[in-house]
């Protein structure tokens, strides 16, 4: 990995887990739950909290953007959140319930001099992020920045987050996998198990008829285990991920984005140490 990669990686390790509190802290559910949601599982509130930046857009649009669920899946669950609740209230109610996470997550750290220059630092980053093709890091930008900086910091880390993710999607394009051959290879690399992959809702058929395809193509072998040339291809799109999320950092510059790495360390023990995400995600950090 080269050193502009690893200070890519190191950025997106860093600011996931500040953004993934959005999906998991029971401030934020309690008040998608206000709104109507059923939070008896992730998945009714994910979508609306996740796309309500889009507007109240549909399954197709959502299962695009999002693209690794199945798009039966995503049907499961839009339009009808929008029927629940507008985008509006639903973008009210996660600032409500992040503002409320953060102060229960980082306590005394909410008002510090630390926290201001960490969201100063990670709002010129987002800023400088380009949102041509990334429609979810465009919604995300779109929207106006609050006042108080723990909201900035988070609203930073989530238009940086989409920004990746956005990035990250071209990268798999490039490379010929489709959403569910995206997953396949990915758990082929060992990037987490099997069956946390199987979240995103696609059929054992599905996942079969996916793997035969990357066998096919060489990039398995017949046990489903990736092959060098499958490890090289993911690693091409890692690669290629870490390059389409240079530009806000090669903005911010060397200096102040090894500061704000600096800055994030002590809120990120503060959220990974909460327990509030989950050890095992489909994001494979830490293994890629």
């Known amino acids: 990995m080269s050193d502009d990669s690893g200070r890519m990686r190191q950025m997106w390790h860093l600011l996931e887990p500040l953004h993934a509190v959005l999906y998991y802290a029971p401030e934020v559910l309690e008040e998608v739950e206000a709104l109507g949601y059923d939070t008896g599982e992730r998945w009714p509130s994910y979508f609306p909290l996740r ?34 609740a507008a985008p509006d209230q639903v973008l009210a109610a996660r ?19 630390d926290l201001a220059e960490a969201a100063a630092l ?5 800023e400088a992020a380009p949102t041509n ?13 609050p006042q108080e900086s723990h909201l900035v910091l988070w609203q930073a880390a989530t238009i940086l987050r989409e920004h990746r993710g956005d990035g990250h999607l071209a990268a798999l394009l490039t490379a010929g996998l489709d959403p569910v051959e995206a997953l396949v290879s990915f758990a082929a690399i060992g990037a987490a198990p099997a069956e946390v992959f199987a979240s995103r809702g ?12 990357l066998i096919t193509r060489g990039l398995l072998d ?6 060098d040339a499958g490890r090289a291809l993911r690693a091409e799109v890692e690669r290629r991920t870490d390059e389409l999320a240079a530009a806000p950092w090669n903005a911010l510059g060397a200096e102040d984005t090894a500061r704000l790495a600096e800055l994030l360390g002590p809120l990120w ?11 095992e995600t489909t994001l494979g950090i830490g293994k890629i």
């Open 51 to 84: 796309a309500a930046p889009l507007g109240a857009p549909g399954s197709r649009q959502v299962a695009s953007a999002f693209y690794s669920f199945s798009p039966r899946m995503v049907a499961e669950h839009v339009p009808a959140a929008w029927d629940v």
């Open 133 to 145: 093709g990334r429609p979810l890091a465009a919604a995300n930008a779109a929207l106006p920045w």
């Open 269 to 279: 023990l503060d959220v990974l140490g909460s327990g509030l995400l989950p050890r």
């Open 202 to 213: 696609w059929s054992e058929d599905e996942w079969t008829s996916a793997r035969e395809r």
């Open 95 to 113: 600032t409500r319930g992040i503002d409320r996470a953060y102060r229960a997550l980082i306590g005394e750290r909410t008002g510090s001099a």
């Open 222 to 227: 017949a046990d489903g285990m990736a092959t």
């Open 122 to 126: 990670a709002r010129r980053a987002a």
